[in-house]
């Protein structure tokens, strides 16, 4: 954030009493827009691993691109702050995607087109 | 703090566990954390499955990707599921006023590259030196 310029020493400032000079403090609202930033370059993440899967698993790989979108959708629904149930069970869905999408993976370099079998 | 983007809601703010709503602002920033780990996850998978399925074989090695790539897929799934172990003890920790508990997957994504590498790289030697 901004530089010192007073006595206070950076960082030593109680959480929650930021320098009126902070611009988060006049707009709060920053810090939402950077979170939906910060959703929509993990859908981008999710429609590259979507697009990867889709070379050999048309269908997994649709699905993960189906998915993708709907992780873009999530970070913009309305009452991000304040609702912490709503807000798990989204981030819990990340999470069991990604999960879901290793076990595919791990199928996939294993029995994938191209790949020498095992001996 | 009185002024949070979006308002509060009374029906949803006591779901899970007590204490108080924090500043909304260290939510999004705990999320964003969150979603930077996931980040990290996906791009080891994806990695990991390039690895296995588009490097070519290594010379006399050919088990050799799979070495590389398959501890890059898990490793990924392990980074997923701690990054949402590690929000939700933040959220625990901010909602009751505590201090932030310490991270260890900085610690755990060092080690396990650096012995990922390490294996990279003795594969690499290896199929030079050529196997017997």
Same mark, same amino acid.
């Not at chain 1, 629904?77 to 304040?82: F, I, R, S, V, Y």
């Given at each position: 954030m901004s530089p010192p310029t007073g006595e206070t020493p950076a *960082?030593? $400032? !109680? /959480? =929650?009493? $930021?320098?009126?000079?902070?611009i988060e403090y006049a707009d709060p609202g920053l810090a939402r827009e950077r979170t939906e930033l910060a959703w929509t370059r993990t859908a981008i993440g999710f429609a590259a691993l979507g697009a990867a899967v889709l070379r050999y698993r048309p269908v997994a790989g649709l699905l993960v691109l189906v998915l993708s979108a709907v992780v873009w959708r999530l970070g913009r629904? !309305? =009452?991000? /702050? *304040?609702a912490g149930a709503v807000r798990d069970r989204r981030l819990l869905l990340i999470t069991v995607t990604t999960v879901g999408v290793s076990v595919v993976a791990l199928v996939l370099s294993f029995l994938g087109p191209g790949i020498v079998p095992l001996r | 703090m009185t002024d949070q983007p979006g308002g509060r809601d009374p029906a949803t703010t006591s779901t899970d566990d007590d204490g108080t709503e924090p500043d909304a602002r260290y939510t999004f920033a705990n999320e964003r954390t969150f979603l930077a780990w996931s980040r990290t996850s996906l791009a080891l998978v994806v990695g990991g499955l390039a690895i296995a399925q588009l490097l070519p074989p290594f010379p006399g090695i050919p088990w050799g990707r799979h070495v590389i790539g398959t501890p890059l897929i898990l490793l990924g799934c392990a980074v997923s599921v701690i990054s949402y172990l590690e929000w939700k003890a933040s959220q625990r920790a901010l909602r009751h006023g505590q201090p932030l508990p310490r991270s260890r997957l900085p610690q755990i994504l060092a080690i396990a590259i650096m012995v990922i590498g390490l294996i990279a790289a003795a594969l690499a030697l290896l199929s030079a030196v050529g196997v017997p």
């Open positions: *960082g030593k $400032e !109680p /959480a =929650g009493k $930021e320098p009126a000079d902070d629904l !309305p =009452g991000t /702050a *304040g | -």
